[in-house]
């Protein structure tokens, strides 16, 4: 049986099925994001997952900064399908964008400032078992 829930050490990052094959990642509001940090995230997004491909609805709304490094971390994860970026304020679309044109990950990725159109949009790019 799969844990419902991961949270990182130090409460920046916490992990979460929210539907089947579809896991969110909310970034604390206000957290400098480290590379620690997504290293942490990085690790429970795998264990949530089983090893198998997932799409990501990463919550970054209201977040203080992302570090370099923790930008490299999260372009690298390898068993995302596609990553729906949710924010709500010009900063979190600067975040965003800066996320992207920093080390942008090899699958689908777009920014929301809706969650349902976010959650559509991933349910679309949601990998369908046989």
């Known amino acids: ?4 829930q ?3 050490v130090r409460c920046n990052v916490s ?7 579809i896991i ?8 400098r994001m480290t590379a620690g940090d997504w290293a942490l995230a990085r690790e429970n997004l795998l264990a949530l997952a089983g ?3 997932s799409v990501v609805l990463l919550q970054v709304t209201g977040v203080g900064s992302v570090s370099r490094e923790a930008v490299s971390f999260y372009s690298e994860v390898s068993t995302v399908r596609a990553f729906a970026i949710l924010g709500s304020s010009p900063v979190d679309r600067v975040i ?3 996320m992207l044109g920093l080390h942008r990950p090899q ?7 809706d969650a349902q159109e976010a959650m559509s949009w991933l349910y679309g790019q ?3 078992h046989e």
């Open 126 to 128: 949601t990998p369908r």
């Open 6 to 8: 991961f949270a990182a």
């Open 96 to 98: 965003a964008h800066r």
């Open 51 to 53: 090893g198998r491909p």
């Open 24 to 31: 969110r990642i909310a970034l604390r509001p206000g957290a």
């Open 107 to 113: 699958c689908p990725t777009q920014f929301f400032t």
């Open 1 to 4: 049986m799969q844990p419902a």
């Open 15 to 21: 992990a979460d099925v929210i539907s089947d094959g």
